[in-house]
């Protein structure tokens, strides 16, 4: 491992001396997205102010549709056979999620 890291440094010393590099400093890289005029902070701060404004109206557009009203089916007719039961559950006469109130 440190050999190959004395190697590199001997190679970069060596190529620099070659090119006639007498600074030691490495050109800096120029992205595409930095070549623009506008600051990361500034960037930051209008995608988050995009993000708050999205999360206010999609939480307005929720609100406005769950408060609408539904409509209510009538009752299916009772047709004798649904619910057939030849005897009763070990928990009571009615299923285990359902609520019936019977009048005994």
């Known amino acids: 491992m440190a050999s190959?890291?004395?190697?590199?440094?001997?190679l970069?010393?060596?190529l620099r001396a070659r090119n006639g590099?007498?600074?030691s400093t490495v050109p800096k890289r120029n992205f595409a997205s930095s070549s623009g005029h506008h600051d990361d902070a500034y960037e930051t701060a209008k995608?988050?102010?995009?993000?708050?404004?999205?999360i206010a109206s999609c939480t307005a557009l929720?609100?406005?549709?769950?408060s609408k009203g539904h409509?209510?089916?009538e009752e299916p007719p009772a047709y004798p056979y649904l619910?057939?039961?030849?005897?009763?559950?070990?928990?009571g006469p009615d299923g285990l999620f359902?609520?019936?109130?019977?009048d005994h």
């Open 71 to 73: 409509p209510h089916h």
């Open 83 to 91: 619910h057939v039961r030849n005897k009763e559950f070990p928990w």
């Open 62 to 66: 929720a609100f406005y549709i769950l």
């Open 21 to 23: 590099a007498s600074s």
């Open 47 to 54: 995608w988050e102010k995009i993000t708050y404004l999205g």
């Open 98 to 102: 359902e609520v019936k109130h019977h």
């Open 12 to 14: 970069r010393t060596a």
């Open 4 to 10: 190959s890291m004395v190697r590199s440094g001997f």
